[in-house]
């Protein structure tokens, strides 16, 4: 069975990087320039499948150039564009055959788990395919047999034992049949629970996110709260600080009194002496004028 390639056309650093991420997960990837898209179409074989991430062509205009192209028909096609472009716009149901649309902003997570989805189909659709183009030779087998029966080529025996092999190649095709089956429902069943996974841990990386968020705005209430703390406590010791200063003012203001009026008291006690002396010297004048 050939392997699925997917032909990315686009002409943007965002599409690069989506085909590099598919490209990352196992994926067979081939980046491709849209005005190649007829010769890529001509020179491929076997199934592909077509993704349109392209900025330069909006929907209407890239679904008419590719509607051109006969060889792609059959093939899934992939076109990313704005929500704008595509709503209100009458497309031709011709065109919009194996066609569908992803909406921009792409999730690459989602994107990524469709295309897995799509490359499983397409490998589903090649064994029916295979298992339908080998039973239809069969069936020219057991009408070519049928045929010999009826022209009595072979006696009884032979033809019995080539009817019975027969029957045990159609049982053993039958429970292969049933064995691809039970495989394709259990791929089926490990890729819904695979992406339930990837669902539950998108929500979990949500829900940590706004955790995240929920904490930040928490981190600068706190912060804002240490911040106007950090102020009151600025204007405090501002407070604090003016009355200090005052108190020292008022200190050496009465350190000046103080010694202002130590000099003032010493100079009156020299004051004072000096009266003493002369009332002194008056006192004893008078006591010998008595005499």
Same mark, same amino acid.
């Given at each position: ?136 030779? $069969? ?7 049928? #045929? ?42 490990? $890729? ?28 600068? $209430? ?25 108190? #020292? ?17 010493? $100079? ?21 004028? #008595?005499?």
């Amino acid at each position: 069975m050939n392997k699925i390639e997917i032909l990315f056309f686009t002409d943007n650093s965002e599409g690069e990087a989506l085909a590099a991420r598919a490209g990352q997960m196992g994926l067979s990837v081939m980046v491709c320039d849209f005005n190649e898209i007829d010769n890529i179409s001509e020179n491929k074989t076997g199934c592909s499948v077509y993704v349109f991430y392209l900025m330069a062509r909006k929907p209407a205009e890239l679904i008419r150039d590719i509607s051109r192209i006969t060889a792609i028909d059959n093939f899934i096609k992939l076109v990313v564009a704005d929500r704008s472009d595509v709503e209100g716009i009458f497309f031709n149901t011709v065109n919009l055959l194996n066609l569908e649309f992803i909406v921009k902003p792409v999730d690459e997570r989602s994107f990524l788990l469709l295309l897995e989805k799509t490359i499983l189909v397409e490998k589903y659709r090649q064994i029916m395919k295979l298992i339908s183009d080998e039973s239809e030779s $069969r069936i020219d087998v057991i009408e070519c047999m049928l #045929d010999v029966k009826r022209k009595n080529m072979f006696n009884e025996g032979i033809e019995k034992e080539i009817f019975i092999k027969i029957l045990d190649f159609e049982k053993k095709m039958m429970q292969e049949h049933l064995n691809l089956n039970d495989s394709i429902r259990n791929i089926a069943l490990n $890729r819904n629970y695979e992406y339930m996974i990837l669902k539950d841990r998108v929500k979990a990386e949500e829900m940590l996110g706004e955790l995240r968020r929920e904490e930040m705005i928490n981190a600068n $209430r706190i912060i804002e709260a240490q911040e106007s703390l950090i102020e009151y406590s600025t204007r405090e010791l501002l407070a604090i600080k003016k009355i200090m200063d005052a108190r #020292d003012s008022v200190e050496e203001l009465s350190r000046v009194e103080a010694m202002d009026l130590h000099s003032e008291l010493k $100079r009156l006690k020299e004051e004072k002496r000096v009266l003493e002396e002369k009332i002194g010297k008056l006192t004893a004048g008078c006591s010998i004028s #008595d005499k």
